[in-house]
């Protein structure tokens, strides 16, 4: 199997650069994801935004838990930010969220805990559970409402078209999706 993943982010209309970003760093095993949502808008969202990611992607390795708790302390003295991270690993997913950063499997929503990493975060609770070949596991800030389908197609296609169909147009709006497929020969 492989994995077929995307990240679509659509900034603040105006805004030079939003502050929702996104990460997935595949492994052998399986990958790393992580989608941010930096408090605010534009360039001071923006800079939390990548100071978390640099943080997820020099430390690939991590599971979600530690890696939000030690974001908590990299995002201090900032506004903070809303994160949810997942780690895949042969077939299973590991799950942690703060804030508002939403994730989803099959569109059934996944436990968050109410915080700001880097301001008032709360100890992650990890979710693990299974990850079956074509299901999608999405990911979507607040400027996202909650999808009610998914698309058919790849996960650039899935990841683009709900931020059209459900994103805000007065907040950045970002969707994280992935699945395992086999591979197209």
């Known amino acids: 199997m492989e994995l077929d993943w995307a990240v679509h982010v659509r900034s603040y ?8 970003s996104g990460i997935v ?5 399986g990958a790393l994801a992580a989608l941010i949502d930096g408090a605010g808008h534009g360039l001071s ?7 978390a990611r640099t943080f997820v992607y020099d430390n690939p390795d991590g599971e979600p838990d530690a ?4 974001l908590d302390q990299t ?9 949810s991270i997942a780690r895949l690993r042969n077939g299973e997913l590991s799950f942690c969220g703060i804030g508002n950063v939403q994730a989803s499997l099959a569109l059934r929503p996944l436990e968050m805990r109410v915080g ?17 070949r074509d299901v999608w596991f999405l990911m979507h800030t607040d400027g996202l ?27 950045d709006a970002s969707v994280l999706a992935l699945r395992w497929r086999e591979p197209v020969r």
Do not use: C, Q, W
């Open 25 to 29: 760093i595949p492994a052998r095993d």
């Open 145 to 171: 409402s909650s999808p009610t389908h998914i698309p058919v197609g790849s996960a650039v296609h899935v990841a683009r078209s709900l931020v059209e169909k459900f994103g805000s147009h007065n907040d």
């Open 75 to 83: 995002l201090r003295g900032t506004s903070g930010a809303a994160i």
């Open 45 to 51: 969202a923006y800079h939390i935004a990548e100071r």
């Open 67 to 70: 890696l939000l708790e030690r």
């Open 13 to 20: 209309p105006g805004a030079p650069r939003g502050g929702d």
């Open 116 to 132: 700001v990493v880097g301001l008032r975060m709360r100890r992650p609770k990890i979710i693990r559970t299974e990850l079956k």
